[in-house]
Nanobody, 121 residues
Framework: QVPLVESGGSSVQAGGSLRLSCAASVYTYRMAWFRQAPGKEREGVAF???????TYADSVKDRFAISKDNAKPTLYLQMNSLKPEDTAMYYC??????????????????WGQGTQVTVSS
């Protein structure tokens, strides 16, 4: 499988911004960002299709933006107005096995290794 490599995680204060990257090495049509906090289930954050259409979790809508550079090819997650509850390991995923539940982690088998985001109050 083509590896997915995330980067960009860091520690920031509440209200700050971060941009996460996920290098795919080959073009990938459908990709997503997930996050997982300790003791919690992996949560879908954002999804993007090859035509640029996006889907967001309600908890990040209007604060986060997912995008892709198909030439590189790299997936991004711009995170603004960060809150302490955004603290988690963030993962990118690719090629869901269906088109409906694209923010359900059970739809994916390709994952990166994760990058840690910590937001302090």
């Amino acid at each position: 499988q083509v590896p997915l490599v995330e980067s960009g995680g860091s520690s920031v204060q509440a209200g700050g911004s971060l941009r996460l990257s996920c290098a795919a090495s080959v073009y990938t049509y459908r990709m997503a960002w997930f996050r997982q906090a300790p003791g919690k289930e992996r949560e879908g954050v954002a999804f993007i299709r090859g035509d640029g259409r996006t889907t967001y979790a309600d908890s990040v809508k209007d604060r986060f933006a997912i995008s892709k550079d198909n030439a590189k090819p790299t997936l991004y997650l711009q995170m603004n107005s960060l809150k302490p509850e955004d603290t988690a390991m963030y993962y990118c995923a690719a090629d869901p096995n269906q088109d409906v539940h694209v923010l359900d982690f059970r739809s994916y088998h390709r994952w990166g290794q994760g990058t840690q985001v910590t937001v302090s109050s």
